[in-house]
């Protein structure tokens, strides 16, 4: 009804853009940082793009940036 | 009869509601809140406020008494109940004023009140209607009796537990749940014998089983009583106290009766069925992102079926603001929502037992340990006893993290971060952590399932 | 004369060695531990488990001699030395024993006796050459003072002041870092008078300026004295006290003066710059995999420049087990230790101050919100005051978390966390806090800085 209507508008009005950053948890971004992995590159495959410990593990494993782990 | 209009309107004024109303005005909504009684609610009021103080009252109670321990010379003389009772309410209206402050510097309009919804985007208050383009339940919860068992006298609820004026010289509790443990350990640490009476077959029966056991352990050293796996059948007053007889045919007498079998939701004669909400046993049901199902109608805190926690209630409020202003928000789970139980030794837990994550990844999937806090420095320095449990998915995340121990409450905020967050055990081992300190002890878990334990076997 | 070989030996079992004994032996090597005193070393005997200790024991004080604010009749009769010293022994045997009992379960070889380095592979014993494929050194610090300044009579380091067998009526600390406030706290507690001097412009230097400013704000509040900026020129005793002269001719004086200006690395003459090891100022030098340079040989702990702290010892032992076993383990930066002071109020804190946070990723870069305790429930019921800061980059992680307030230490595990796997506040927010915790105030301080404050404006 009207309440419904109401409530898409002012959604709309009231989108806030979040900063654009790899979307992944931190103990993640972590591990990507420790091998090497540039999350940029890495597509998402969890909830809503979530970048999961699989994909930055398959993407240490695949890129060449496998050995990019500091020393 | 008046109207007004806003955004977003809120009936209830307590942890969810008005969490919901102060995140709405963050994000540039208008807010109606309706509040029959004082904001804060259950928890700032008759709840998690007040039974804390008392708590903290009996830790240092027990620290007087011990003191002979630790080297100091010290006697304890008794509860100065008067006292008790200003430093508790000092807590509250130092927080009750600090919280009208905030909400009226953020410009949240508040509507003083008894508020009934009568149309899925009114509220009338009064000969006021408050219309709002969404609308948002939170109305929480009251204290739950069982049937047939007549709140009065010295059968009485947390409510008239916190107003006592004098510490009972012997208190019988049916519940061994969060409420009801909480006041067996304050009352103790008071001075009073105190038995509970609780029809499952553990104290805390929502925890770990080895948690659950810990505890009764440890009352029983305290010298609290309790009978488990027994029901409740009747009981009578008369002018000295109160008979409890139990279905086995057991009686217990005490001077007053705690009734604290749980919270039924602040629902009925609400008109929330009437505006096409689902109600069940009283709750309010809703999707996972909290709305009702009638468009631009949404439920937050007790009401909704779940834990009842003033932060799950916060959490909620905030979820629903953001989600009318379509940020989508990430929902957290029950599960993944930190529960403590501040009773001495203290009890606190995220995630999922070690039976239920064995059910839900598959018993072979899943490794725990327990860590002792006997191996902890710090824990001994405080003279407590407990343990650390966590449950891992095996080359999985931390699904679960248990834990019982004088203070231990304080140690779940880093357990939360790692169950939300499906940290591996793995991916915690590197930061060895602060030495010495009872962290270390979920610290030396974590080591363990990573298969490098330390202050281990 | 008598060889023994291993995989690795390690000269030295206090915090940093026995932890490298310990994963080494588990990575399936084998391991020959030279110590010359006590397994368990500085922390054990001397340092983080006695003062720890005797802080319980002035918290127990405090808590019988406030114990009316919170409504609980207790006298403080004083402090009872040899039952504190019982209880502070207690626990150092206890843990000293379960400290040896795994040692020896984990199947380590224990070689007592001093040791000197030889050559780069081994360490002599006596009349024992002990033989290392790879040599690990830990010897740890002493107490240092200051030139011209002899410790002796009523010039005491920790090691006496833990040893005293009776409260001092009147003590003077020279130095106002960790070591020093932490005495402070206990003797005011225990009933001294205290006054501290400290060179530098603040108690605490090493932390941030603000938490330094409340520790003063909180010590005097205490009547803990301090003098600050002036340094100490010379001391004289006699039958009954010291008299303590500082640079601008103030003197105090003092029944005891206590010297914490700092540990110093236990290396001199034990065979290190001869086996190729660069030495500065008494200190290893090595690369930030804790190599010495020399192959095969290593440093950690309190003798590796940096932070002096227990916690550290065990991670770089575990972190040289690990990188010996080919492991690659990742590093962890001093900035990212947690560290944590235990005087009242505590201080805890984790990463870059904002000052140095602004250094180091731009002045503009960088944001910070400090949560003050006094909104947080947790911390009015204890009735404790301070505050909780965080530092992050803008748009970016969480760099810096600094805490002041009675119990926030145990707050740092969190924050270790978050810091060292570089969340950004965004990540936290949407777990709302268990309630009512201190946890919360930390959870309050992620909120602003994610942009949606609850209990703060
Ligand atoms: C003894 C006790 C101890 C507790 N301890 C803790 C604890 O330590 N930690 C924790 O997390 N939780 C604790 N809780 C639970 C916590 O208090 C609740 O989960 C929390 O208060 C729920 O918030 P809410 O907003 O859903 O409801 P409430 O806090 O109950 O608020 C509902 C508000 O709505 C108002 N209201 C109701 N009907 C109407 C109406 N028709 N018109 C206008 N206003 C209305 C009420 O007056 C009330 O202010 C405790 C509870 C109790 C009873
Ligand atoms: C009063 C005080 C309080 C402290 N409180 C804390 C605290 O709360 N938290 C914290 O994290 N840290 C604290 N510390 C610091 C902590 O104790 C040290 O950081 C830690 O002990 C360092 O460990 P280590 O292994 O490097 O050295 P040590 O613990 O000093 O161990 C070195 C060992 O090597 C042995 N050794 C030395 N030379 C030889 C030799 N030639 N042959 C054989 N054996 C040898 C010594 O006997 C000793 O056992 C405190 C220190 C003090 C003094």
């Known amino acids: ?71 | 009869m008046s109207e007004q209009n806003f955004d977003i309107v809120i009936l209830g004024g307590g942890s969810g509601g008005y969490a919901a109303a102060l995140r709405a005005v963050q994000l540039g909504f208008t807010v109606g809140l309706v509040e029959k009684d004082k904001l804060g609610g259950t928890c700032l009021h008759r709840g998690c406020i007040p039974t804390k103080a008392l708590l903290h009252a009996a830790e240092i109670a027990e620290h007087t008494r011990d003191a002979a321990r630790f080297g100091v010379r010290a006697t304890f003389e008794g509860i100065d109940v008067p006292a008790v009772t200003a430093y508790r309410e000092g807590i509250i209206s130092s927080k009750y004023k600090g919280l009208q402050g905030l909400i009226k510097a953020r410009g949240i309009t508040v509507i003083e009140g008894e508020g009934r919804l009568v149309a899925p985007n009114a509220v009338q208050v009064g000969d006021q209607r408050i219309v709002g383009k969404n609308v948002i339940l939170a109305t929480g919860s009251y204290s739950r009796s069982l049937p047939g068992l007549e709140i009065g006298g010295r059968v009485i609820t947390s409510e008239q537990a916190l107003e006592l004026d004098f510490v009972p010289g012997k208190v019988a509790i049916l519940g061994g749940g969060v409420i009801g443990v909480e006041f067996a350990s304050v009352w103790k640490s008071f001075g009073a014998e105190v038995t509970i009476i609780e029809a499952l077959p553990h104290l805390v029966p929502n925890e770990e089983e080895s948690i659950s056991k810990q505890l009764e352990r440890a009352f029983r050293k305290r010298g609290i009583e309790y009978k488990l796996g027994v029901r409740f059948q009747s009981v009578s007053q008369h002018d000295d106290g109160v008979v409890i007889t139990l279905e086995n045919g057991d009686t217990v007498e005490a001077e007053l009766l705690l009734v604290a079998v749980g919270r039924g939701p602040v629902t009925q004669g609400l008109g929330y069925e009437e505006a096409g909400v689902t109600v069940d046993r009283g709750f309010v049901i809703t999707d996972e992102r909290l709305s009702t199902g009638v468009p631009g109608l949404y439920a937050v805190g007790d009401i909704v079926p779940g834990l009842q926690l003033a932060h799950r209630g916060f959490q909620q409020g905030i979820f629903v603001a953001e989600e009318i202003a379509g940020l989508n928000p990430i929902i957290v789970e029950d599960v993944n929502i930190p529960k403590i139980t501040y009773c001495e030794p203290e009890i606190a837990s995220i995630g999922y037992s070690e039976a239920k994550a064995a059910e839900k990844f598959g018993a072979d999937q899943v490794s725990s340990y327990e860590y002792n806090l006997a191996g902890n420095g710090k824990s001994h320095i405080l003279e407590t006893s407990g343990s650390i449990k966590v449950v891992r998915v095996n080359d999985g995340p931390v699904v679960g993290v248990h834990m019982i121990g004088g203070r231990v409450g304080e140690l779940i905020g880093e357990a939360q971060l790692a169950v939300n967050w499906e940290a591996y055990p793995e991916d915690i081992a590197p930061f060895l952590h602060a030495h010495p300190t009872q962290n270390e002890a979920l610290g030396e878990a974590f080591l363990k399932l990573a298969d490098k334990p330390l202050h281990a076997l």
Do not use: C, F, Q, Y
Not at chain 1, 44 to 59: C, F, K, P, Q, S
């Open chain 1, 1 to 71: 009804g009207d309440a419904a209507a109401a409530a898409t508008t002012v959604a709309a009005e009231h989108v806030v853009p979040r900063p654009e950053r790899p979307r992944s948890t931190p103990p993640v971004r972590k591990l990507a940082r420790d091998l090497g992995v540039d999350l940029e590159s890495v597509p998402g495959t969890g909830e809503r793009g979530l970048i999961t410990r699989a994909d930055v593990e398959a993407a240490a494993s695949a890129g060449p940036a496998a050995d990019g782990r500091p020393t």
